[in-house]
């Protein structure tokens, strides 16, 4: 009997288990844009018209490789509005029983699947270097769950940049010659045109036609749609920006969003990169003498190391991962991030580059936007729904542990042994956000201070209690207890009045 083959927006890799695992002389792959999928959450309409564009064209190559496959577009009439919906109307279609699917990236949707009155046969999805039981096996019994040894092994594991048993040039990790902050006058060639063609062009027309009300702009579009493309980005980090990945990692630079950054994060996602090809790629690089290893050695790091580590953690987690709140945290996400005006230089930056472009790299999530909700007290579970929504690269599986636990510290210290939280001197260091900014960030008080500098003593003294037996916090509250005792008062007023103001939503 026929059966059904799921394949959804981001499985669309030739080799994903439930293809691998169907008969395409006999069964009939199912592929659906839904509403359901599309909104919930607001996802940028960047993101929504990559992901649309995309299982189209993977579609296309499906049937030219001799596969049948019922795809729904989102304004067919028929259109059931969700992916159990569609299933079972295309069960009804073709007289199936069974589904093969891969495993969904999200809880919520392995529920749904869970409770459709077909077979469905949820097959793991291989496509990560480390399956669910070995990040099992490897987190069982440790005290605390830390990337560094995690990296180790899967080094060992992938034989990446190893020498026998040892690493390349002696050393795990080169984060020691990397974080320089980058200057304007530096050359870098951003990443190659969009290639899109009639498909993209119908796509986008149905995503303004649908999604008019999203935050986010949906043209020029940006990205590659297919594989083809996708490789064509990868080749261009490799050749144009991967030498000085890590030397400049960190840095943020008004009017280059970019920078040395693979933007590759959303192909990986979607399936129409491998993570081992890509590390492969950086491998190679090094060796043939084209980029340092501590450019090389830190991609390939944040690939089989802190992908594969987030995404152990979700699943091992579990569904109630996402309402965490262990910082009990309860302010409401302010308009600013939805692109309201704010004062603020570093965070109207990071927030216009990311409803331009569907993308803003790591430190901006981390240190600006991520920093800024942590120090005011954000409820997670809103700061996780924006992050999900904002960008291209978005799969909760990825972007949860991400936020609620390297960001937000809401998870009480499971992916993070220390909050990411930082005054404004950081921001300064690494950009060139504050000098055009309408605060000044070397003003610790007093009119034009900068907020994070204040918002830094708020939170530590909020969470006193939770942090200062922590070792590589102890120096920090001991330098605040040797503040004078007026000006710490006046730190905390001014903070907790920026705050007040921010909630009766003054532009702050
Ligand atoms: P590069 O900086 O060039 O890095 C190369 C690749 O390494 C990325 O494409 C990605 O696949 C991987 N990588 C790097 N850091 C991480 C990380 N911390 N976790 C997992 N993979 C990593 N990444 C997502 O893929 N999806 C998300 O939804 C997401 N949400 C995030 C939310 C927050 C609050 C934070 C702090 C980080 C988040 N990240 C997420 C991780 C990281 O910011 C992005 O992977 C990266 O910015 C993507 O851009 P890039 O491809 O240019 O990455
Ligand atoms: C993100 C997304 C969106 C916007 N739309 C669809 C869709 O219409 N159809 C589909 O199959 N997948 C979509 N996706 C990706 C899914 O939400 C994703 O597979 C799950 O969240 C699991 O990661
Ligand atoms: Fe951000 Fe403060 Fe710098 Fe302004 S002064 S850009 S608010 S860190």
Not at 34 to 49: D, L, M, N, S, T
Not at 110 to 121: C, D, G, N, S, T
Not at 448 to 461: D, E, G, S, V
Not at 466 to 473: A, C, I, V
Request: aromatic share 10%.
């Amino acid at each position: 009997m026929v059966r059904l083959v799921l394949v959804l927006g981001d499985q669309l890799s030739h080799d994903i288990h439930a293809l691998r695992k169907a008969d395409p002389a006999r069964d009939v792959v199912v592929m659906a844009e839904v509403a359901e999928e599309a909104a919930y959450v607001p996802h940028h309409p960047k993101k929504i018209a990559f992901l649309f564009t995309a299982m189209r064209k993977f579609a296309s190559e499906l049937r030219e490789a001799g596969w049948q496959v019922a795809y729904t577009t989102l304004d067919d009439a028929e259109n059931t509005g969700s992916i159990p919906g569609e299933l079972l109307r295309r069960a009804e279609d073709h007289g199936a029983r069974e589904v093969l699917a891969t495993k969904p990236g999200e809880w919520r949707l392995i529920a749904a699947l869970q409770e459709i009155p077909l077979k469905v046969a949820l097959l793991a999805d291989d496509r990560f270097l480390c399956s669910h039981a070995a990040f099992q096996a490897w987190a069982k019994g440790r005290k605390a769950l830390r990337l560094e040894y995690f990296y180790r092994e899967m080094r060992r594991k992938t034989g990446l940049l190893m020498e026998d048993d040892k690493p390349v040039g002696g050393k795990w990790n080169y984060d020691h010659d990397n974080r320089k902050p980058a200057t304007a006058d530096l050359f870098r060639k951003g990443p190659p045109e969009a290639q899109g063609g009639a498909v993209l062009d119908d796509v986008l027309d149905l995503v303004e036609a649908h999604f008019p009300d999203n935050f986010g702009t949906l043209r020029p579009f940006t990205f590659q749609t297919d594989r083809a493309g996708a490789l064509r980005a990868l080749d261009h980090f490799i050749t144009h920006t991967l030498p000085d990945f890590g030397a400049y990692q960190d840095a943020m630079l008004q009017g280059d969003p970019y920078l040395y950054h693979a933007v590759i994060g959303l192909y990986l996602n979607a399936g129409l990169l491998s993570p081992l090809e890509v590390c492969k790629r950086a491998e190679a690089a090094y060796q043939a003498g084209a980029a340092p290893i501590n450019s090389v050695e830190g991609f390939i790091r944040q690939i089989i190391g802190w992908r594969e580590f987030i995404r152990g953690i979700y699943f091992l987690e579990g569904p109630d991962y996402t309402r965490c709140n262990a910082l009990n945290h309860q302010r409401k996400l302010p308009a600013f991030y939805w692109g309201a005006e704010t004062r603020m230089n570093c965070i109207a930056q990071a927030v216009d580059q990311t409803r331009d472009l569907a993308y803003a790299h790591h430190i901006q999530r981390l240190m600006v936007t991520g920093n800024f909700a942590l120090l005011a007290g954000i409820n997670p579970a809103q700061v996780h729904e924006w992050y999900l929504a904002v960008y291209a690269d978005a799969c909760e599986w990825v972007e949860a542990p991400n936020t609620i636990g390297m960001s937000q510290f809401a998870d009480g210290g499971v992916v993070a042994s220390k909050p990411y939280v930082s005054s404004g001197a950081y921001i300064d260091r690494m950009s060139d956000y504050c000098a055009s900014c309408h605060y000044r960030v070397k003003k610790k008080t007093g009119a034009k201070a900068c907020p994070f500098n204040l918002l830094y003593w708020h939170f530590l003294t909020r969470h006193r209690d939770r942090f200062q037996g922590n070792p590589r916090m102890a120096q920090i509250y001991r330098n605040w207890d040797r503040m004078d005792q007026t000006r710490r008062k006046q730190v905390l007023a001014e903070a907790q009045d920026f705050l007040d103001r921010m909630a009766r939503g003054e532009t702050v």
